[in-house]
């Protein structure tokens, strides 16, 4: 089964600062791999996916991620940081299961992004 | 608005009493699940269903029970819960269950405290 390992369970940065939260995974297979975002009383809202092709994937809110398969990594990036990014924020790899065409999620514990004044 | 409403978003219930959460997606989507979310764990896929059959049980323990009437709803039934059940429980919908484009759509989950 794949797994998905998030470092820092909570990231501090100042407004305008590069946010970089950090996603490494574990897959037997080419994976395929989501960030999502979870303001405060709400459910998770997909930011960005990589499925195939370019490794370099662009999402919502200026955030962005690159897939690094040497390094089975998939980090979030965002140049300058906004009040309104304070979220927080899981990385998730899709997992197949019961050895059919079913997938699921498997998600990481995810990370906590203040943004200070 | 994501497509996916969840009701009531605030439970509260005693261990001996029996309720239900309830899900219904506009969006068209085959597959539905249940997720469960405590402090400091991680998301916990507990139910599948795709097109009404259910496609995974996570070994959940049986004091919740599912019911997927068609695509488009889905509920949760509890009943003599544990103060341990408490999280906030969400629901979620994609097209299908295939590993690409299934981007998956939550709701905004229904916040369960059991006294």
């Known amino acids: 089964a794949q797994s998905v390992t998030q470092l820092g369970s909570h990231v501090s940065v100042s407004e305008g600062a590069l946010v970089l939260l950090r996603c490494n995974y574990s897959?037997?297979?080419?994976?395929?791999l989501f960030w999502y975002v979870q303001y405060p009383n709400q459910g998770l809202q997909l930011l960005l996916k990589y499925t195939t092709g370019a490794t370099l994937v662009k999402g919502i809110n200026g955030f962005e991620a690159e897939f690094k398969k040497s390094e089975t990594s998939f980090h979030l990036t965002k140049p300058s940081a906004h009040m309104s990014d304070a979220a927080e924020y899981f990385c998730?790899?899709?997992?197949?299961?019961?050895?059919?065409?079913?997938?699921?999620?498997?998600f990481g514990k995810g990370t906590l992004l203040t943004v200070n004044p | 608005e994501t497509g996916v409403t969840q009701t009531p978003r605030h439970l509260v219930m005693g261990m001996t009493n029996k309720k239900s959460l309830k899900c219904e997606q506009h969006l068209g989507h085959n597959a539905m699940y249940w997720y469960k979310q405590s402090a400091k764990k991680p998301l916990e896929l507990m139910f599948v269903?795709?097109?009404?059959?259910?496609?995974e049980n996570n070994s959940v323990p049986s004091r919740f029970s599912p019911e997927c009437p068609n695509s488009s709803h889905l509920f949760l039934h509890l009943h003599t819960l544990q103060p341990e059940d408490s999280a906030l429980y969400l629901c979620?919908?994609?097209?299908?269950?295939?590993?690409?484009?299934?981007?998956?759509?939550f709701g905004e989950g229904s916040w369960l405290t059991v006294v």
């Open positions: 269903y795709n097109f009404k059959e259910q496609t």
């Open positions: 897959s037997s297979v080419p994976p395929y």
């Open positions: 979620a919908s994609s097209q299908r269950q295939g590993p690409t484009g299934n981007t998956i759509y």
């Open positions: 998730a790899v899709s997992d197949r299961y019961g050895g059919g065409s079913n997938y699921k999620l498997t």
